[in-house]
């Protein structure tokens, strides 16, 4: 038979000494590399476990000479920090094992009924049992985490009835609704009603492989305040219920800049209409007027044509101002509508 060759600590609370070498005797035939400490009594318990805290096991006997029963289970367990722990009895009290169970034990075997398979498959079980538990309680820490300290509002609700199932901190500073208020709210509560969901983005390359949706709406905080929000949500399974996640960025700063940007352009776009035909036509009428009187008036003197003609070079190089600045005018409306 090939043996386990991981190594294991094992602690074994044991009084009588004929138990604990048979269960050392009945761990050796299927581990290789075992290290087994012997406590016989609960006293000596404590002190071990104060002392070495990284057992991979606890097999506890429940009539000790200094400690027994339920009371036992729970100072062991305390001890313990959640190590797995196998209680081990003379008596069948089905009533008792379930109730220890209950309280924490990995399981519940008979002495009597005791052999070496048995006591090793206890043991895989008990230890794989509580590292997927362990794994299990850092992923929801790790979770909640990231939703709890995360610095964007984030919540989650049921999709069918919309109801806030759980919010973080963040929506809390956002919308000024405490936490309990949330959860007696809905969606719809705090989403503008005259104003209609806009679907913006939709995509299916999450990492979870679950449609993730991008929509643009405007919420109400508590105080009555409009605020414009990007939202991101996927659906999620939470404690059983169908759900959405959902991230929220407020972007109302940027609307309002895109709105600020509009407007200039608006005036831009004045400035060079006014430009092209406001200014540039008494400009083009009083080029022609120019003209006629250097046509018409042959005997005008010297002094008056060269005024005449320094009128004329000024109005020429004013409309060719006129003209690069509406150019220009044009230039930067273009950047700005590509953009």
């Given at each position: 038979m090939r043996k386990d060759n991981k190594h294991y600590d094992f602690l074994v609370v044991e009084d009588n000494l004929g138990d604990f070498v048979l269960i050392e005797e009945y761990l050796s035939e299927y581990i290789l590399d075992a290290e087994v400490v012997h406590a016989d009594s609960f006293a000596s318990a404590k002190q071990e476990l104060i002392t070495k805290k990284n057992?991979?096991?606890?097999?506890?006997?429940?009539?000790?000479?200094?400690?027994?029963?339920?009371?036992?289970?729970?100072?062991?367990?305390?001890?313990?920090?959640?190590?797995?722990?196998?209680?081990?009895?003379?008596?069948?009290?089905?009533?008792?094992?379930?109730?220890?169970?209950?309280?924490?034990?990995?399981?519940?075997?008979?002495?009597?009924?005791?052999?070496?398979?048995?006591?090793?498959k206890s043991l895989i079980y008990a230890i794989e049992r509580n590292r997927y538990i362990e794994e299990l309680q850092d992923s929801q820490?790790?979770?909640?985490?990231?939703?709890?300290?995360?610095?964007?509002?984030?919540?989650?609700?049921?999709?069918?009835?919309?109801?806030?199932?759980?919010?973080?901190?963040?929506?809390?500073?956002?919308?000024?609704?405490?936490?309990?208020?949330f959860l007696n709210m809905k969606l719809s509560d705090i989403i503008?009603?005259?104003?209609?969901?806009?679907?913006?983005?939709q995509t299916v390359d999450s990492p979870l492989k679950h449609e993730i949706y991008i929509n643009r709406e405007i919420h109400y905080t508590k105080s009555g305040q409009k605020i414009d929000v990007q939202i991101e949500s996927a659906p999620i399974d939470y404690n059983g219920v169908e759900a959405k996640i959902v991230v929220v960025n407020d972007i109302t700063d940027q609307i309002r800049h895109i709105a600020t940007i509009e407007e200039q352009n608006k005036t831009f776009r004045e400035i060079a209409w006014i430009q092209s035909h406001v200014v540039r036509a008494p400009l083009s009428r009083l080029m022609g007027l120019i003209n006629l009187l250097d046509l018409k008036d042959s005997e005008t003197s010297e002094e008056n044509l060269e005024l005449i003609n320094y009128i004329k070079n000024s109005a020429e190089e004013l409309d060719q101002i006129i003209r690069d600045i509406s150019k220009k005018s044009e230039s930067i409306l273009s950047d700005k509508s590509e953009n």
């Open positions: 057992f991979d096991l606890i097999f506890l006997d429940l009539s000790l000479p200094d400690h027994a029963g339920v009371d036992l289970i729970k100072d062991v367990l305390q001890l313990s920090e959640g190590v797995p722990i196998i209680a081990l009895t003379g008596f069948s009290d089905l009533e008792f094992s379930i109730r220890s169970l209950a309280l924490g034990i990995s399981d519940y075997l008979l002495k009597d009924e005791l052999n070496s398979a048995f006591l090793y820490r790790r979770y909640s985490e990231l939703f709890h300290l995360n610095p964007s509002p984030m919540w989650v609700f049921e999709q069918k009835t919309l109801q806030f199932l759980d919010v973080n901190d963040a929506t809390v500073k956002k919308y000024g609704f405490s936490k309990a208020e503008c009603k005259n104003i209609p969901r806009t679907n913006v983005d």
